[in-house]
Every structure is written in C-alpha cells, then in structure tokens.
C-alpha cells in the first residue's frame, strides 16, 4: 500500500492492515442476477416519464421546487455535484448549513472524510464520481429528513440516475437507503450486500457524518469500500 493511502487511511482513523472479515467469491458475485447484467442495464422509464431532457431542466425544476416546507428556509437548492456520466454514484441524505450556503454537497467535515473514503479506493470527487442527496434542501437544524420531503424530492433524484446511467449506486446512510430501496433499512444488515436500484447494483454504507460521531465504525466502513470496488471491479469485468 503506498504512502499516500497510509496517510489517507490514517486520516480515517484505520491502519492499512485492515482487511474484509467476509470475503466475498468473486466468481459467485459475478454470477450474480443483480451484477451480471447491470452493466447494460437502464433506469426504468416508467417513474420518470415528466423527467426533463437535460441537466438544465433539472437544474431548473430543482431551483423553483415548492413541493414541501424545506424550500421555505433554505438559501439555495443543492442539485449535486461531479462527473454525469460517472459510473460511480454516491447518495447522501441531504444539505448540510455549509453545503446549503455553498450550493454544493458534502463540503463540510463530512465531505472531507468521504473525500479520504474515496482516495482510499483510487476514486476523487469529479473524475467518474457524482455526488447527490436524497433531498436537495437543508432540513432545519440538519434533523433527518422526514418521509413526505423524501418523497417531494424523489423525482428528482430519480432523474439524475436516469440521465447519469450510474454502474454502481453506494448509498450513504439509511435515509438514502430506503429512498433508493422504498424499504425499511438496517445498515448492519444491509452492508456487504448487493441490493439494486430499478437494475442497476447498489451498495450500503455508513453517512461519513455519522463515522465522525461513531469512530469504531469506520473500521467496518473500510470493508465497505471494499466491497463496493470488488463489486465495481467486476460490473466492469475486472
């Protein structure tokens, strides 16, 4: 491991000597109904019929959105942020009071660990990574956001899957879980798993907010990362 991803697992609070628990075969993965055809595999059109052209109307419908209260307090509307054609996808679960004043998500101390996350596995913010949330206004006082502005927001979300055609989709933290998966999650359960997004592969992993709050976890953290480039690893027939 060279001396830059040392320092970066090290900025992560783990040593380099941390390895998956599970390992997982890498021919049954590949075998596996959700992965071996996800490469070629579309966002269903059927939810996103009203879906705009482009990332301009996007952009737009995000901007003048008034579907529930969150628009009321908030200085702007955080689209997301990186390479739209990138086959890697990260969703988070909303703006932050930084991310909220900068029009841009995880900038705060959040996204400087999910930055480190991403060096550890070769990726950076930009370069075949895009960054969204599950809602694209702060809630106030940064609380979860509740079940109805997940849903007012969930078309957007859905649009931007659909014009990035991600390959793998890793969501961050529970509230973008059971967005994208319209189900009850539990992280512990849900991690080391491929789970699928209208066909395409997606993967669970700890909010870096709450790896800064839960230290112990980012060492399970690692093996999500992991597992997440094992499962890219092969979508891509490596």
Same mark, same amino acid.
């Given at each position: 491991m060279s001396a830059d991803r040392d320092l970066i697992l090290h900025e992560m609070g783990l040593g380099p000597l941390w390895r998956l628990r599970v390992p997982q075969d890498a021919a049954e993965l590949a075998s596996s109904p959700i992965v071996a055809g996800a490469a070629d595999a579309l966002p269903s059109t059927t939810r996103v019929a009203d879906a705009g052209a482009d990332w301009e109307s996007l952009a737009a419908s995000v901007r003048d959105c008034r579907k529930c209260g969150l628009c009321v307090a908030r200085k702007q509307a955080v689209l997301g942020v990186g390479d739209i054609k990138a086959d890697w996808l990260f969703v988070g679960e909303g703006p932050g009071a930084e991310e909220d004043q900068r029009g841009e998500p995880f900038?705060?101390?959040?996204?400087?660990?999910?930055?480190?996350?991403?060096?550890?596995?070769?990726? $950076?913010?930009?370069?075949?990574?895009? +960054? !969204?949330?599950?809602?694209?206004?702060?809630?106030?006082?940064?609380?979860? =956001?509740?079940?109805?502005?997940?849903?007012?927001? $969930?078309?957007?979300?859905?649009?931007? +899957? !659909?014009?990035?055609?991600?390959?793998?989709?890793?969501?961050?933290?529970? =509230?973008a879980a059971q967005t994208l998966l319209e189900s009850e999650v539990k992280i512990a359960a849900a991690r080391g798993r491929v789970h699928a997004y209208q066909g395409i592969p997606l993967v669970v992993t700890y909010h870096p907010a709450y790896l800064l709050r839960n230290l112990p976890d980012k060492a399970k953290a690692w093996e999500d990362l992991c597992h997440m480039r094992r499962v890219m690893r092969e979508l891509k027939g490596g």
């Open positions: 900038v705060g101390q959040a996204g400087k660990l999910l930055d480190n996350m991403l060096a550890a596995i070769g990726l $950076r913010r930009g370069n075949d990574v895009y +960054i !969204a949330n599950a809602v694209k206004c702060r809630p106030p006082e940064n609380r979860t =956001p509740d079940a109805e502005e997940m849903a007012a927001c $969930r078309s957007f979300l859905e649009r931007q +899957i !659909a014009l990035i055609r991600p390959k793998l989709i890793v969501a961050l933290g529970r =509230p």
